[in-house]
């Protein structure tokens, strides 16, 4: 998993709340993600349904590679 803009990494360094407005604007969805929504994918990868996926990078960033 690279959750790539999660918020609370921002939320805990000393660059605040500035920060991570700045960059979730720069991503696809217009913002960071919660916490919660990182789960999911990870939850994907850790159960049954996520079985037959080997050696990828599920990369969570809300769209901030494209742009």
Not at 13 to 41: N, W, Y
Not at 52 to 64: C, K, N, P
Request: aromatic share 4%; net charge negative.
């Amino acid at each position: 998993m690279d959750p790539e803009g999660y918020r609370s990494l921002f939320d805990l360094s000393d660059q605040g709340p500035e920060a991570a407005r700045s960059m979730g604007a720069g991503t696809l969805l217009g913002r960071l993600a919660h916490p919660d929504q990182v789960v999911g994918p990870a939850l994907l990868l850790a159960r049954d349904a996520g079985r037959f996926i080997t050696g990828q990078v599920l990369v969570a960033d809300g769209g901030l590679h494209p742009r």
